[in-house]
């Protein structure tokens, strides 16, 4: 392609709204009595045109993800607020939130948050057995 063409398609091509996360990847590090972690996703439209997010997918149904408004203005910060409810689980837990936009070509991100919830009580050993008539030795 010569340098004119190139620069004539480059001219021509529009920029459009394009997100800009802080800090796409988060892990926390859960207490046995918590009952929800929340991480929060900023962002900024860093294009030169209006956006608009039109999903938020999370990865089950013990995720939530909260946004205050769609549409964000070039330059607009914003923030996504997700919510995983631990119930009994234990272990690393990973989640995730598919974030959609109307940019052009279609836009999406992954957000991503670890979760490490550490079990409430561990007792050892975890099998006692007695029989009748054994003594207790000191």
């Known amino acids: 392609m010569n340098p004119i063409a190139f ?3 480059a001219v021509a091509t529009p920029v459009f709204g394009q997100l800009k ?14 009952k929800v972690i929340v991480a929060k996703f900023r962002f900024t ?15 089950c149904g013990c995720t939530t993800a909260f946004l205050e408004k769609k549409e964000y203005a070039s330059g607009e910060s914003g923030e996504i607020e997700a919510r995983f ?10 989640k995730w939130i598919v974030v959609k936009t109307d940019w052009v070509p279609p836009q999406q991100t992954i957000l991503r ?16 057995m007695w029989r009748i008539g054994d003594q207790l030795k000191p």
């Open 7 to 9: 620069l004539l398609v």
């Open 21 to 34: 996360w802080e800090n796409p990847e988060q892990t926390f590090t859960a207490k046995p009595l918590d």
């Open 45 to 59: 439209n860093v294009g030169t045109t209006s956006l608009k997010i039109t999903d938020m997918q999370p990865s």
């Open 85 to 94: 409810k631990p119930g009994s689980r234990v272990g690393r837990q990973e």
């Open 113 to 128: 948050f670890t979760v490490n919830i550490p079990e409430a009580i561990t007792i050892q050993p975890e099998l006692v």
